[in-house]
């Protein structure tokens, strides 16, 4: 799974021209961004995720979308079944909602997973994390491995124990926090399913090899003419 890591709706749109591209994931910030703004209230931070979920039930490209929860179990589940209802003609899509690794967030695992949403435990940076989400039933964990990266001295270590929890409870292990193509090969190592900001995106497929012998192909067939 390849997504993109935005809230942007421009920005969505192109990277879906990009070969493989599932969908996207965003964030409170990232909408906030979007919106030109520092912060949102919770009713603009809703009103702005339900647009995304109505471009993405126009978009027959876009079969994954993750957005985060913001607030209490009951305001979860509350902004969960309005996503839902603005995808309601488009229900081959998946709606994964994203929780914060917290008590009161993994609570809502099973109630998500009732109305057809899948969970995501985001920002998951432990073993004991990973276990814990995947107890409380959450459908994948997502990792910030550049964050990770550049916090801890043994994190090959760490990714690789959440890496296995994941793989053993059979669930999505989302890789994201991307600074460069660098990283994103770093990640291939450990799971298939990244999601990365459009410039990093846009970094993938390029190698200096790659571009020698593409060079070298096209001087061949200019030599031939």
């Known amino acids: 799974m390849l997504l993109v890591d935005t809230a942007d709706q421009n920005a969505i749109l192109d990277a879906l021209k990009f070969p493989g591209v599932q969908g996207f994931t965003t964030n409170p910030t990232l909408i906030a961004r979007a919106a030109g703004a ?15 979920c109505g471009m993405s039930a126009k978009i027959g490209a876009i079969r994954q979308l993750m957005i985060q929860a913001v607030g209490g179990p009951d305001e979860t589940r509350r902004q969960a079944i309005l996503y839902l209802d603005d995808l309601k003609t488009a229900r081959e899509k998946k709606l994964w909602i994203k929780l914060a690794p917290t008590a009161p967030s993994l609570a809502c695992c099973r109630a998500l997973k009732d109305i057809g949403c899948a969970s995501l435990a985001t920002a998951v940076f432990t073993a004991a994390q990973a276990y814990v989400a995947m107890e409380a039933g959450a459908d994948g964990v997502a990792v910030y491995l550049g964050r990770l990266m550049r916090r801890e001295r043994d994190w090959e270590k760490q990714l690789e124990s959440v890496a296995a929890i994941v793989k053993s409870a059979d669930r999505t292990l989302l890789l994201a926090s991307f600074p460069d193509r660098q990283t994103v090969e770093a990640g291939l190592r450990y799971s298939h399913d990244i999601t990365a900001p459009p410039s990093v995106l846009n970094e993938v497929l390029t190698s200096a090899l790659s571009q020698e012998a593409i060079e070298a192909f096209d001087k061949r067939i200019l030599m031939e003419r």
Do not use: F, N, P
């Open 38 to 52: 520092e912060a949102l209230s919770l009713d603009e931070y809703v009103a702005a995720a339900r647009k995304l």
